[in-house]
């Protein structure tokens, strides 16, 4: 510290010695704002930029770390812009999205462009509340808030949680798209259990189900019996699978919850036997 403070800015190894000074205590993860501070405030851009970078290394141990992007997202230098945008995702702040933004301002490439995109995918899921609920303002400047809301909107829904489960589970023998193996295994598509009473497929979950069942009018499990085991998953999961089979494959029936199938479960839980068909259909 004695030794950076005796640093002249008047040398012309000045800002070269501040990049190499700024590595060591980087390596020994020493945070020094004030070392930063000069760094961005260096007559080369390259100086700035690399002290840019490292604002989103110590972003989670300086005081303020958007208000020193905010200010360098808006350099003049593409190289420090690009730096502050990519820094910005390293911030968990909900904020970070409204700094991130005034990238879109000034001046811009394929590369500003691109790193806009990854930086506020990164980081939305510390914004995407915030910004539903109104808390991001944008400085008042609708066609950031625009940007961003519209950035938001194109990203993918993430998966239903029952998705996965149906995919490790049940996908072999009813398969992706839901019409089973003919013969064997029975659809979801069109089956009136899977749009009928929960109960009965909760039951079919946790007990397993044995013996011949009509689905869509064709019966399965007389010629080829193959007996459908207990599933084994917990409340939550059950919740979800079924959940995810009664709104896709053509269905769109109630959700199941969770404390359904917990229920379902401590009614019959001195049961040890698969279910039938006809048990199923008689309660």
Not at 11 to 16: A, F, K
Not at 162 to 172: E, F, R, S, V
């Amino acid at each position: 510290d004695v030794w950076v403070a005796g640093l002249k800015t008047s040398d012309t190894d000045y800002e070269r010695l501040l990049l190499e000074v700024i590595g060591v205590y980087e390596s020994h993860e020493t945070v020094r704002p004030e070392l930063l501070g000069r760094l961005l405030a260096a007559k080369d851009p390259r100086v700035r930029a690399y002290g840019t970078r490292v604002i989103g290394a110590w972003a989670d141990r300086l005081p303020e770390p958007l208000a020193l992007l905010r200010e360098r997202i808006q350099d003049e230098n593409p190289r420090v812009k690009l730096e502050a945008i990519v820094a910005c995702s390293y911030v968990e702040k909900p904020e970070t999205a409204e700094v991130t933004a005034l990238g879109y301002e000034g001046t811009r490439d394929r590369f500003i462009d691109y790193a806009l995109t990854q930086s506020l995918r990164a980081s939305k899921p510390r914004w995407q509340t915030a910004l539903a609920a109104g808390q991001l303002t944008f400085g008042g400047n609708a066609k950031l808030r625009e940007q961003v809301t519209k950035l938001a909107g194109a990203l993918p829904k993430p998966e239903h949680p029952g998705k996965a489960i149906y995919d490790a589970l049940c996908l072999n023998c009813h398969q992706a798209d839901g019409r089973g193996l003919p013969a064997f295994y029975p659809p979801l598509v069109a089956s009136e259990w899977v749009s009928g009473e929960k109960d009965a497929l909760v039951k079919m979950l946790i007990h397993g189900l044995a013996g011949p069942i009509n689905v869509a009018g064709q019966e399965f499990g007389r010629q080829n019996p193959i007996p459908m085991p207990p599933s084994g998953l917990n409340n939550e999961q059950i919740a979800a699978v079924l959940t995810y089979i009664r709104s896709n494959f053509g269905h769109n029936a109630t959700p199941v919850e969770a404390k359904e199938v917990e229920a379902i479960r401590a009614q019959y839980k001195e049961r040890n036997t698969f279910w039938t068909a006809a048990e199923l259909a008689e309660r």
